[in-house]
Structures are given as C-alpha cells and as structure tokens.
C-alpha cells in the first residue's frame, strides 16, 4: 500500500498528558538511588502504574515488592512509591534499620497532613477515594482504625451516617474525576453544611489538566485512546470524562501491540491522551502504529500549561549536592 492509499486521520493530542511532576520525581528517585548506591533498589509497589516504567526499572536492577517483609535485611535502600504508604510502613522499616527513601507525590503528602490536622481538632474524617487504591490505604494510614470513612460515590454520601454530624471533614483522593467529586462533595455539604474541607477537593493540578485536555477533544473525534495503565486511577478516570464528553469509542491501551484494529476502521478523527504515569515513548509508539495504516496528521489541543517541578528526597538531593 502507498502512502496515497491510507486513509486520512486526523489525530488530536491533548496536551498536557502523560508524566506528572510527580510521577518524574519517583522515577528519578530510583534512578537516582540505582546511580548512588548501585543495584539492588528495593521499591515498595509499583513506583508508578506503568508496565513499561516498570520494567525499564527493574533491567536497571530495582526490585519491586508489595510490602516489607519480602524484603531481607540489607543496606540497600527501600523506596515507597508515589502513593504514599500507611505510617506503619515507614516505622516498620525503622525497625528493621531498612535505608528508607519516601518517593510518596508531595501532593499526596499534602492530604496526609490535612487529615492529620483535621484528627488533631476533634474532626471525623470522610474520605473521597476508590477502596482498595494505594493512595487510599496510605492515606487511611495515617490515622488509627476508624478515624476515617472511605465513601467512593453520591450513594455513599446520600447515606452516610457520622457519629456527629457539626464536626466532620473530608479530604480527598488525587486522582478523580473532577466532576463525579465535585457531586459527591456537593451532597456532603448539602447534607451537613459545617463540614470543613479543601476550597473544592484534593485532586492535583495534573489530574484535572489531563481531564480538562480530554474534555476539549473527545467531542470532536471518532475514538479517543489513553495511554495508561488499567492499575493508573487517573488514567481509568480519562477514559470516563471521554465517554462523558461525548466520545463513546474511548478505550484504555498499554502498548500498541494491546491495539484492536477492529475498533478502528473508518474513523476519520482519533484523540489521543495520557495518564500521568504513562510515557511519551507510548505514545509515540501509539501514533506510529497508526501511521503504519493511515495517513496520519497531528494536531495538538492544549488546555493548560504546566511547569511543576518537585525536588528529589531529601537523601537524593544530598547526594546531587555532593557531587
Ligand atoms: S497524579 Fe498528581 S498526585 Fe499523583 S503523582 Fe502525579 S502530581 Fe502527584
């Protein structure tokens, strides 16, 4: 086939998408702790929800584990992903002398420190979050068994019911659909009007930048591909605001090789986008394997510009400091 014969196809970028500040501050940790002290690294989950970071890493000589114990006694360093980890992680690790190095997004560190406070001051806690996501059973963590309430939808919140309703808080996961919290927030307040919390929620600047992005795309095209992973909470959330935005053909895809041409066909329009953990190379990868079957135009949309940037560990930055 010449390149006359492909089909056109007109392919819209978000922008932003893909890496974080966060998501570069985890992954440069374990670079950087791999060029310091040499491998082994032990990372405590996946550092970021992505295969291919994954993997890149683990050739360099990290070792990824679920939890401590997997872990022998040894000088290497124990990294906790950018999720953030329950603080009977950490005081664990100090109890078996492990060199820890906390890659936890400060984001997220942020809604650590505001149910701390909220505790502090009497305050029942409700979280917004997806049960069973790492983000979450850090943040539960950080206060004892009971102190907090998970609830994940608008059902949730029409039938909570707090030990005492004029002394309640909530706080946030990072990574959800601004719209769904924004309802679920809106009964919270409807129901108990003193409840304290953030000026709107806890979601993170890079969160609602990729959704921002996708919202001004998705109306527009045929098919609409994130580039992430199922494991990623903001990718899985991309995906949805697609579908919602009015792209119903808005599918979640790790690699081109995951890629079913049968969902494809005569599209005309393809928007495409990426999680915060998912690397550019996947979507260059992406756009090739396109270009292989269409005559492929490229357009980039953007909604936001970024220029976060979060310094390394305080260790790491020692040890760039020392050089
Ligand atoms: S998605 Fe947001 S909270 Fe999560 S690592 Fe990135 S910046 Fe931090």
Redesign the pocket.
Known sequence: MTIQEKPPLKVLLCSPRGF????VRAIESVERALSVYGPPVYVRHEIVHNRYVVEALRAKGAIFVEELDEIPDTDAPVIFS?HGVARSVPAEAARRGLFALDAT?P??TKVHREAEIHHRRGREIVLIGHPGHPEVIGTLGQLPPGAVTLIESVADAKIFVPRAADNLAYVTQ??LSVQDTADIVAVLKRRFPAIAGPNKDDI????TNRQEAVKCVAPHVDAMIVVGSPKSS?SQRLTEVAKRAGCARAMLVQRASDIDWNDFGAITRLGITAG?SAPEILVEEIIGAFAQRYAVSVETVSAATEDMFFPLPRALRETQAAE
């Open positions: 974080c500040a966060g998501v950018a997004c984001l997220v990072t990574t993170c600047y890079a969160t903001n915060a």
